[in-house]
Structures are given as C-alpha cells and as structure tokens.
C-alpha cells in the first residue's frame, strides 16, 4: 500500500516528506556514527556484565571435577563433561528438593489464588463499610520490615506442630500472598467495563453469576499473571522456607542448593550445575513475564 | 541414591490432599457464616461483598495481623531458647527490651547506630546507583539502535535470575583465587583483593553486587517511563536550539519523575530489607562486618535465640521504616501524583 502511494508522489513531494520525516525523528536518529558506536560500545560493555556471570556458572558446570580449580577464564573448559549434572541426579537430593518445591509452590498457588480473586472483586465492585480500613492495611503491610513476622508465625507453627510439615510453609506463603495477589487483581476487575456485567443483569443473572459466568472466563489471563508471580514468589523464597523447613528431606531447592554451594570443592561443579537446572526455566518465565511484571509491580503498588 | 523416594513423593501428594480439601471445606465454612450473619443478623446490602471477602480477611488475620500483635507481646517477654515455654512478660521487660535494643550490642560486637549507619550507606549507595545506572541504560536504549531487543533481554537477565544464585554464585566470584574478579584484577596488573577477610571490601562486594541486581529494574522503569514523553517536546527544543542536556534536564528528568518517584520509594524499601544477598554471601561477616539492620535481625532471633529481645528490635526497625517512607511520600508528593 505504502509502496504504490509513493511512487504516485511527485520526486519534490518525496524529497519533502522525506526530510520532514527526518525532521521529526532528528533527535532520534541524530546520532553521529562516532556516537553510535560510543552507544553500542557502553551498551556491549554493560550486556557482558550482565550475563558474565551467568555464563561462568555455565563454564563452572561442565569442567570436569579434577578441573574444578583452575584460574581458566575460557567459556567452554577444556574437557567438558556433563559428569555434575549426571552426579546431581545419581548422587545428590537435587529432584528431592525440586519435587518439594513443586509441592509447595503448587499447593500455595492454589489456595493463594482462591483466597484473593473473591476478595479483589469485592474490593473492585464495592465500596462498602471498611474498604478504606482495607486500603490502609495493603498500604502498611508494604512497610513490614522483611522477616518481620517470621519469629511469631514460626512460634505459633511450633505450638501447632506445623514446622517441617508442607502444610505449614504453604498456609504461611498463601496468606502472606494475598495483599500482593489481591492489588493485582483488583487493578484487573477494575478495568473490566462495568457495562457488561449491567447487561448480565437486564438479562436477569445475579451477581454471584456475573461473576462467575462473566468476569472470571475474562480474568483468566490476570489470574494466570497473579498465579505465576504467586509461584516464582514462593519457588525462589529462602527465609521462611529456612525458618519452617529444618528437615532436609523437606528442604526447597534453595535450602539444598546452599549444601553444595561449600566453597571450592569438589560439589562446587555439582552447585553450578543445579544453578543452571533451576535458573533457566525461571529466567525464561521471567522474560516471558516481565512486562505484566513491571506494569504489576508499579500499578499494584500505585494505584490508590 | 537420588533423594526422591516413592515415599517421599508420598508424603508431599498426602499432605496436598489432606490440606487442600480442608482449605476448601473451611473456605465454605467460612462463606456461610459470614451470609449468615450478615444477610440474617446484620442486614447488610453489602452481604455478598464481605462473603467474598471473609475467607481473604481470616487468612490475613490469622497470618499477618495475629503475628503482628503476637509480636508486639513477645517484645514485652524474655521469651528465648532456654524460656521458650516459661518465659514471663511485663511492661517491665518491654522496657529493659527496648533499652537493650539501643545499649547492648544486637549481635556479639555490633551495636545498633553501626548498624543504622551501615544501613544507611548500604540503601543510599545502592539506590543511587540503581537509579542513576539505570536511567542511563534506559536512556541509551531508547536511542535508534539495531541491536535494541537484544540489548534489552540480556540486560534484564540480572533481574531474573533467582536471588539465591546470584549471591550464592557472586560469592564464589568473589573468591580470593579462582574467583574471576580477581583472575581480572590481576591480569589488568592490580593486586587482587581478599575479599572475603576484610569487613570493607566484603561490604563493597556486596553493594556491587546489589547494584548488579537492582539495576535491570529502574532501567525498564526508565524506558517505560520514556515511551511515554511525545517526541514533540524535544522537536520544540530543537528547534529552540535547546541541546542534549538540556533536553534532558528540562523535558526528560521532569516528565520521569512521577514515575522514578515511586519506583524509587519501592527501591528504597526493598535495599533496606534486602536480606537474601548480605546473608547468603557472607552471612553478615567477617566479623559482623557486612551485616544491616535486617539480616542483623534474623541473626539475633534465629541464630542467637534472644526471641524477646528480637521482637523488640523488629518493632524498632518498623516504627523506622515507617518513617522513612512517610518522609519520602511527604517529600516526592506521594502515590496519588502517579495515578494521575
């Protein structure tokens, strides 16, 4: 389309648009190439900061144990082997510590989620006695310092003999997800048009059956979005799951990762390895996600 | 021998079976209750909203404000490893607590104006350099360039790594001799760094490596934020004659605040409680030398068992954390400027 308009276009008015079309984007595509490259130089120099790291677990994994400590900076060692990933899984508690964290994460998603999607509709639709009680209460429980509540919730876990048990960690990570949960979603519902649920009730359905027939088929996507931060939330949490988890046979995969994870020998191979294992899944959901993460995180937080 | 016994998987599917069905039968419970109360004794028009909403609240009660006010009692008890069932509680205590917190170290050594000092250098210099590096990226990206997509994903890859590999894997790093910072120092002719045993260059570390993390964040803040300023404004201060950095100063900074305001607040809050990096690399040593005032806090409690004493400290570290932001909403114009 664009093509032909143009070749109708007489050569000044092609000239003209051309340079109007520079004009605009001139500071933009301003750049001398002097400073292009300054840009990409900075811009390179930054990126392998970033990744460096990543990439020496990578190298750290595949040298071979009697390898282990050399001052060779090379990305791939010299004889290769997949011997730490093999003893990881033949040696170590490594698909012990994930099942116990897919466990937990699974069972703290689930409860996580039918908790707050009730209630942030509620808070959505309503404005009724206390919602401004609730409103204050979201806004300080962001100002628990980290751990804050973690000597009283592990006290009355031990009163309740819930400590080293998955029941325990799951209602703890659940109830401690909601506030967070809940402004995601209540973000979500609110941006839903309130016209369509009016029309379900010209039609005669009740609330109840708006709700559930209209606008959760349409949250499914948020409540994905919530469920998954729920999930990496609680995948890569440490403290709690240090506190309540003192059994290792119940340990998460961050509570065994720290076993293999003694300086320099031999498991430091079998410690990079893990890494690599448990890092790219949740580096590629990550990415996947990030954009929902940033517009939750600074929405969530914001919106009034 | 693989840890993942038939039985081990046993035991996590019977706990999921047990404690979901509960949850759900208790959730029900919960809902009718709450109908009945509101729809039969109260009669509410708003009986529908605090059914949904009960099962949210106990779990929130029982969860986060129980604990809470559980604490604050503990605060007021001697409540420790040896009492941990006769311990006592009176104001008295609460009060010999609370000057405990400000007299006597919290951990062995250290004592609290160290430890805010420390903080106070760790959440500044972290979040300068947050701001200020990722403004900067953020900035560059959002230049014409070929390579921008892949710019952007591989400098965002610090943010998702799991924060337990980072520390975990940086403190290897950080190794004396096959770290690879150190293979760097020595191969551009610098003296490599035991940084491990010096309290100073362990704390550097761990504020470059905190910087490492947090920067991706404010960057993908800042580009957001850029977006969204109309190019007019700079071709306005083109033809003005305005250039570079004064475009920057009078269009790009201006228009970025409302929204660095708040990701800053939330930057902030998060380097003060930032405990996984500070404990995982060096669990606060060498000699208490890296430790802030949270991961101070979790030593106190659950290394050196003083449970009463530790409550104590926590209500401290929220009355200033309280502050904090309210001084900083007060000063940056709030949350509200934003949704706007």
Redesign the interface.
């Known amino acids: 389309m664009s093509k032909n308009l143009s070749k109708n276009l007489t050569l000044d008015e092609q000239i003209q648009k051309r340079t109007m079309s520079k ?7 301003g ?1 001398t190439p002097l400073q ?1 490259l300054f ?2 130089i ?2 390179i120099f ?2 392998l ?6 990439l ?2 990578l190298t ?1 994994s595949l040298r071979p144990v009697d390898m282990l ?3 060779d ?1 090379r990305i791939i060692p010299e004889g290769a082997t997949l011997n730490n990933f093999i003893a990881l ?9 994930l ?2 964290s897919v ?1 937990i994460a ?2 703290t998603v ?2 996580s989620l ?3 999607t ?2 942030a ?3 959505a ?2 404005r ?2 206390g919602y401004r009680l609730g409103q204050i ?1 979201v806004m ?14 592990y ?2 876990a031990t009163r309740l003999r819930l400590t080293n ?3 325990g960690i ?3 990570y ?3 997800s ?2 967070f949960s ?1 402004l995601l979603l209540k973000g979500y519902f609110e941006s839903i048009p309130k016209e369509l649920e009016e029309a379900a009730h010209v039609d005669g359905a009740t ?2 059956q708006s709700f559930t027939k209209i606008l959760l088929p349409l949250a499914t996507p948020a409540i994905s979005i919530t469920g998954l931060f729920a999930f990496m939330n609680c ?2 949490e ?2 709690m799951a ?2 309540m988890l003192q059994k290792n ?1 119940l340990y998460t995969w ?1 509570l065994g ?2 076993i293999l ?1 003694s ?2 020998n031999t498991t ?1 191979g079998q ?2 390895a893990a ?1 690599i294992l ?2 790219v899944p ?2 590629a959901l ?2 996947w996600s ?1 954009k929902y993460i ?1 517009s939750g ?2 929405l969530g ?4 | ?4 016994t038939p039985d ?2 046993m ?3 019977g ?2 079976v ?3 069905p509960i ?2 039968a208790l ?1 029900v419970v919960i809902e009718l209750f709450t109908w009945f109360l509101c729809a039969k004794i109260i009669r509410t028009k ?1 009986t ?3 059914v ?2 009960a ?3 106990v ?2 009660m ?7 006010f ?2 604050m009692f ?1 605060a007021f008890s001697n ?1 420790s490893m040896t009492k941990f069932l006769t311990f006592s509680a009176s104001l008295q205590i609460g009060l010999q607590n609370l000057i405990d917190v400000f007299t006597v170290p919290v951990l062995q050594r250290t004592n609290i104006g160290t430890l805010i000092i420390r903080t106070i250098i760790w959440t500044f210099v972290n979040v300068f350099f947050h701001v200020t590096l990722g403004m900067f ?1 953020g900035i ?2 959002n ?3 070929k ?1 921008k997509n ?2 952007k ?14 520390s ?6 950080f ?1 004396y ?2 770290g ?1 910072v150190n ?2 120092l020595k191969s551009i002719g610098l003296e490599p760094i035991m940084w491990f045993q010096d309290p100073f260059w362990a704390m550097i570390s761990c504020i470059f490596v905190n910087i ?1 993390l947090g920067v ?1 964040f404010m960057m ?2 800042t580009l ?1 934020g850029l977006q969204s300023i109309p ?1 007019d404004y ?2 306005v201060a ?1 033809i003005d004659g305005a250039g570079g950095w004064k ?1 920057f100063v009078n269009i790009t900074l201006p228009l970025l605040r409302p ?1 660095l305001t ?2 800053t607040a ?1 930057g902030i ?1 998060w380097t ?5 990096v500070i ?2 690399m060096y669990q606060g040593g060498p000699i208490e030398g890296t430790h802030i ?2 991961t101070a ?2 030593s106190a ?2 290394e050196n068992y003083r ?1 009463g004493f ?2 104590m400290y ?1 209500l401290v ?2 009355v200033m ?2 502050g904090i ?1 309210s001084i900083y909403y007060k000063i940056a114009g709030g ?2 400027e ?2 706007e």
């Not at chain 1, 937080?301 to 009034?304: A, E, Q, S, W």
């Open positions: 004009k605009k984007t001139y500071w933009k595509a750049d292009r840009i990409n900075i811009l930054a990126s900061l970033a990744i460096y790291p990543i020496r677990l750290v400590l050399t001052t900076l899984f033949t040696e170590r508690d490594f698909l012990l510590w099942w116990n466990v699974f069972g689930v409860l039918f908790l707050s009730s209630a509709y509620a808070f639709r309503w009724f006695p209460f300080t429980q962001q100002m628990l310092p980290a751990g804050m509540l973690l000597l009283p919730i006290i009355i048990t998955y029941t799951i209602i703890a659940a109830c401690g909601i506030p809940m609330t109840l995948w890569n440490f403290m240090r506190v046979s961050p990762i720290r994870q300086q320099f430091w410690y990079a890494s448990v890092a949740v580096m990550f990415l990030s940033v995180l600074t937080g914001v919106k009034d | 021998m693989s840890g993942l081990a998987i035991l996590g599917l706990e999921l047990k404690l979901l949850a759900f959730i708003f529908l909203a605090y949904m909403l099962p949210g609240i779990g929130v029982a969860l986060i404000v129980f604990p809470f559980y604490n503990l409540m990226l560059l990206l230049r014409p360039l390579l892949v710019y994903s591989l400098l965002i890859l610090p943010w998702a790594v799991p924060e337990v590999i980072t975990l894997t940086w403190r290897n790093e190794h001799q096959y690879f293979i760097i490492w991706p993908v803040i957001g190019q700079y071709d083109q475009q929204i708040p990701a939330l809050i003060f409680n930032k405990f996984n404990y995982l005032l949270i806090m979790f409690i659950f449970y530790g409550a926590s570290l929220f954390l309280l932001s949350f509200k934003v949704s």
